[in-house]
């Protein structure tokens, strides 16, 4: 045998098992296995270091010296290696070897708190019957007090269930480990100065304290300890304790509710009161001197009426006879008490009806607030609304009269230019004419100014997403304006970026209004040198785009400390500038807010050499179609106008000439003129017309009733004829009646023969 054992190194089958194993001999521990040294902290050196308890040792010992059989078990702890005392039972067992000396293995089996010795620590249990030690156990493992016992170091030597249902711990967590471990790890919120007191006294001491469970919820606790270190059973600090969190909550709430009570009264900067169903005040805070001069015994026992307005007892008079229970139905009131020393304030007063059963009165109990600069500021505020609406309403209605008597002559202006420039005038004439366009295309970019930048101060205009080709938008826009440019001698280009799709969508009509604008701007401002458009492709995604738009000029420039002020209302760069180059001030403005629009922002530089440059950002979506470059063109030959039978009702005699040469020009097979909204219909009876153009404003009816007469006819046919109205004012003014009727479209004035052509085809084109 002992030459099999040489053979083989048993620490093999040690570091198997799953339990710590120590290796004794009769002086030190020379082995602990795998698990041990995996799970805990080190042994000392010497066993006796770490087997303290005396019968232990001797225990040990007596194997050592004498070849004495163990019979103890012995309980000691260890400690894991996060610092956790967990507590241990150690059999011992001889291990055979070839050498002089003896060994022992010791195993350890993790316990509950020495199981075989009674709930107290008795030194002999003989002292007590197996039923009175049963019995104090039933009452420790069923009581919700807390019951600990600690050493005179503070150890805990016993904890009672109890205490770790409470707290979420287990015994093994608290019991071997000093209560000051539980201070510095935040769970005990006590001075270790209070645990030294009941070390000094024989008598029982009170320590209140916070403590931290498991889960981190925090409880008070109300604890009694006593000393009883000289007691042959206890031998220590005892301690009970109970959990008083909801009654140390309601003592806080309480009184932090008696000290927000008293601070209400006494400070509040509204008059507390209470009257009774005779309407007689039996309470009034101590702050109504600083409101109506009294003081509060002065008023207390007397009526409420007596200090209220007579206009305003006429009023309770009439709503006590309409209510069943006046001061239930009437919460909120508001009323004029009399000052002592002359004049009125004005109150409003919040309350309720409290009592009314045998123990108490029926009070109204309530609030009153001194609303008397309050009132004074809100009549004030309603006359200053009043005003302002009437302003409002006087100044939409003064633009609207504006607008359709500036356009309406304009509109025939315009056309008429249209009309004798393409009919082969002679060349002094063809300069004139085109000096005449010039000049009305002006006047009523001023006007759509004045008239867009109300729209867009007032909130009315909306971006539209629509696809549309950009390259063509701004090209056009730029060409616009080369009559213009070479007439200063000006070099005027457009450059845009390859990489930007030619199908975009966003709203071409506000970016031609930016670029327009910018565009009109750099030439009016520049005498020599160049104007350029440049378009760059900042970002692409799948569905959109993000581009940026530069407009460069070598114009006059704008000095540093003017360019915040050139987007504000009516404001250029100087009065000199406006005395040279005119204009309304709001070009700018205008293109500011519609970028905002965009959720961009413009900029202003200036240019190495001189100039100016504006520039701005937009993210414009991508179709997920192509755009039919076909359908523009293939819209003027959907139907020859020498078919169309069309009706046009217009007021104004010239308007009526221009309208009749446009159509004429056209080849329109069936025209019908009528001057006013009566005659339309009386020409509608008679009549059927593939198209119908109003003029909104008409004597005897105007256009939206002759619409709606069209759509209510029973003459199916008739009643789906396209509409078209001719206005002065903007789509967003009359986009409401014009769904409501189921108006077809509008065509703007002043309009170009271009314009109204599109939407006449168009409209035909959509009844075909």
């Not at 509950?112 to 039923?131: G, N, R, T, W």
């Not at 004419?433 to 009305?440: I, M, P, S, V």
């Not at 104007?531 to 420039?557: A, M």
């Not at 250029?572 to 519609?594: M, N």
């Amino acid at each position: 045998m002992i030459k099999r054992f040489e053979r083989f190194d048993i620490s093999n089958f040690f570091d198997e098992v799953q339990a710590p194993l120590v290796l004794l001999d009769a002086e030190d521990v020379i082995f602990v296995n795998a698990y041990f040294k995996e799970k805990f902290q080190e042994l000392p050196e010497k066993w006796k270091d770490f087997f303290v308890k005396d019968e232990v040792r001797e225990a040990l010992s007596g194997f050592f010296e004498n070849h004495q059989k163990i019979k103890t078990k012995a309980f000691q702890p260890l400690f894991d290696k996060t610092g956790l005392r967990r507590n241990f039972q150690w059999d011992f067992t001889n291990l055979p070897s070839s050498y002089e000396g003896r060994f022992l293995v010791g195993k350890g089996e993790e316990k509950e708190v020495i199981p075989e010795k009674p709930a107290l620590f008795i030194d002999d249990p003989e002292d007590y019957s197996q039923q009175e030690i049963q019995y104090l156990r039933t009452i420790l493992n069923n009581t919700h007090d807390l019951i600990a016992i600690l050493d005179e170091e503070g150890n805990y030597k016993f904890i009672s269930p109890s205490v770790g249902e409470k707290l979420g711990f287990s015994v093994n967590d608290i019991v071997g480990r000093n209560f000051k471990d539980f201070i510095n790890m935040g769970v005990l919120e006590v001075a270790a100065g209070d645990y030294k007191s009941t070390l000094l006294t024989k008598e029982e001491v009170n320590i209140n304290f916070w403590i931290k469970g498991k889960n981190g919820e925090r409880m008070f606790i109300e604890s009694f300890a006593k000393n009883l270190l000289d007691d042959p059973y206890i031998k220590g600090i005892l301690f009970s304790a109970r959990d008083i969190t909801e009654l140390e909550d309601i003592k806080e709430s309480l009184s932090r509710s008696e000290e927000k009570y008293r601070t209400l009264v006494e400070e509040s900067t509204e008059i507390i009161f209470s009257i009774s169903d005779r309407f007689i005040l039996t309470y009034v805070s101590p702050n109504v001197t600083q409101f109506l001069g009294y003081q509060s015994s002065e008023v207390i026992g007397k009526s409420i009426f007596d200090y209220i307005h007579s206009d305003d007892m006429v009023k309770f008079q009439e709503m006590s006879s309409e209510a069943n229970d006046f001061l239930v139905d009437n919460q909120f009131l508001e009323f004029k008490l009399r000052h002592k020393f002359g004049g009125y304030r004005v109150f409003s007063s919040n309350g309720k009806v409290t009592g009314g059963n045998e123990d108490s009165e029926r009070l109204y109990t309530g609030i009153a607030r001194d609303i008397t600069e309050l009132n004074e500021a809100q009549n004030a505020l309603l006359e200053q609304k009043e005003k302002a609406e009437q302003a409002a309403a006087i100044k939409s209605q003064f633009l609207s009269i504006m607008s359709h008597e500036i356009r309406t002559p304009l509109n025939a202006v315009v056309g008429m230019a249209h009309i004798l420039m393409n009919e082969d005038p002679k060349e002094e004439q063809l300069e004139n004419l085109r000096t005449l366009q010039f000049a009305a295309e002006n006047l009523t970019g001023l006007i759509n100014d004045i008239l867009d930048f109300s729209k867009i101060d007032s909130g009315k205009i909306e971006l539209e997403l629509v696809p549309f080709d950009l390259r063509t938008t701004l090209n056009r826009i730029v060409h616009s304006y080369s009559f213009l440019a070479s007439e200063k001698n000006l070099e005027l280009k457009c450059e845009i970026e390859e990489g930007i799709p030619e199908s975009l969508i966003g709203d071409p009509v506000r970016i031609s209004q930016v670029i327009n604008n910018l565009i009109s701007n750099a030439i009016k401002f520049t005498d020599r040198g160049e104007v350029c458009l440049k378009l760059q492709l900042l970002e692409k995604e799948n569905d959109s785009v993000l581009v940026h738009f530069r407009c460069l000029d070598t114009g006059i420039g704008i000095p540093a400390e003017k360019r915040d002020k050139i987007f504000e209302l009516f404001t250029q760069a100087s009065t000199d500038t406006t005395r040279k180059y005119g204009g309304t001030g709001l070009g700018l403005a205008i293109v500011k807010r519609l970028v905002e629009l965009h959720n961009s922002e413009i900029e202003v530089k200036s240019r190495t050499g001189g100039g100016t440059e504006f520039c701005f950002s937009v993210r414009l979506g991508i179709p997920k179609t192509k755009m039919d470059s076909t359908i523009e063109e293939g819209q003027h030959r959907i139907r020859s106008l020498q078919e169309a039978r069309i009706l046009v009702a217009e007021d104004n005699m010239v308007n009526q000439i221009l309208i009749q040469k446009f159509l004429t020009k056209w080849n329109v097979g069936d025209l019908t003129l009528c001057s006013d909204g009566q005659e339309a219909i009386e020409a509608l009876k008679k009549e059927k017309f593939d198209l119908v153009l109003l003029d909104i404003q008409m004597p005897i009816f105007d256009g939206f009733e002759v619409a709606k007469f069209i759509r209510e006819g029973e003459d199916k046919t008739r009643s789906q004829v396209p509409i078209l109205i001719l206005t002065a004012a903007s789509i967003h003014e009359v986009t409401d009646q014009m769904e409501a009727i189921g108006i077809n479209d509008f065509v703007p004035k002043p309009f170009t023969p271009e314009s109204l052509y599109d939407k006449i085809v168009g409209q035909l084109k959509n009844q075909d």
